[in-house]
């Protein structure tokens, strides 16, 4: 077990190299684009014949059941916000994440109820993608994963130290596989879901729905520098919910 945590890393300091001497320029390249579109075009399948419908039957979940687990599975990401506000120097932020999570795990039922946003303490959202970004990594090619869906390399290497210093994956060991995973798998419904129609229409009025998702994409990220404002985008949230469970 212990071989693999360290191959894992050594994966992320390659990936980090690679991304730290890639271009800087204004405009996000596409280098692989057409093995891009090849990728893109197989999980659009996965979407049409699986995701989208599955999504479709958790729709039809009540509006307080849906909202609970939608706020469940935002607390459960506190953890990633918390450790990345650290890493930004960003005090203030690190302590109101904290105090959200504390909060929601006990009076809020473990997540089930955002009692912390009554109190005040406002919702933020921050990944290692945005961290590395602070730090001058230049965010590099644009890439689409199997499954995950569109990236960039900063995005991707983020993805991975989320993953390592995801403080709850070090209290949930392997036994827990199931548990760790499952929030992944019901926030990406919990998205694709909130995202029906705008997905749906997407799909069906792009000339080029390739181009139009990486164009949304790279809009999203670069939003997401300026200001961490839930509603920036309602895609944000479908482009990340294989990430760590975040909102």
């Known amino acids: ?54 999504s479709l039957g958790y729709s039809y979940l009540p509006n307080p059941l849906e909202k609970g687990i939608s706020n469940a599975l935002r607390n459960i990401g506190e953890p990633i916000n918390f450790t990345n506000y650290i890493f930004q120097g960003d005090i203030e ?6 105090g959200r999570f504390v909060i929601n795990s006990t009076i809020g039922f473990f997540g089930l109820f955002d009692v912390a946003d009554k109190m005040g303490l406002k919702k933020n959202y921050t ?19 199997p ?41 990406a419904l919990s998205s694709r879901s909130s995202n029906m129609e705008t997905i749906d229409n997407l799909r069906e009025t792009s000339i080029d729905y390739y181009s139009s998702l990486k164009s949304i994409y790279t809009q999203n990220r670069k939003s997401f520098s300026i200001s961490e404002d839930d509603d920036i985008n309602e895609m944000g949230d479908f482009f990340d919910s294989f990430n760590e469970i975040q909102d």
Request: net charge negative.
């Open 127 to 145: 990944d290692f993608g945005y961290t590395l970004e602070i730090w001058g990594v230049p965010e590099g090619d644009y890439l689409v994963i």
């Open 147 to 187: 499954f995950f869906g569109p990236r960039t390399t900063r995005h991707l290497v983020g993805n991975v130290l989320d993953l390592i210093t995801n403080p709850l994956n070090y209290y949930l060991q392997d036994e827990y596989i199931l548990v760790r995973s499952s929030p992944t798998l019901l926030y």
């Open 1 to 54: 077990m212990k071989r693999n945590k360290y191959s894992f890393i050594k994966f992320f300091l390659l990936l980090l190299f690679l991304s730290a001497n890639f271009h800087t320029n204004a405009e996000t390249q596409d280098p692989l684009e057409p093995t891009n579109r090849a990728i893109h075009e197989f999980n659009d399948k996965v979407d049409q014949f699986i995701l989208r419908p599955v």
């Open 93 to 98: 932020s690190s302590l109101n994440t904290l």
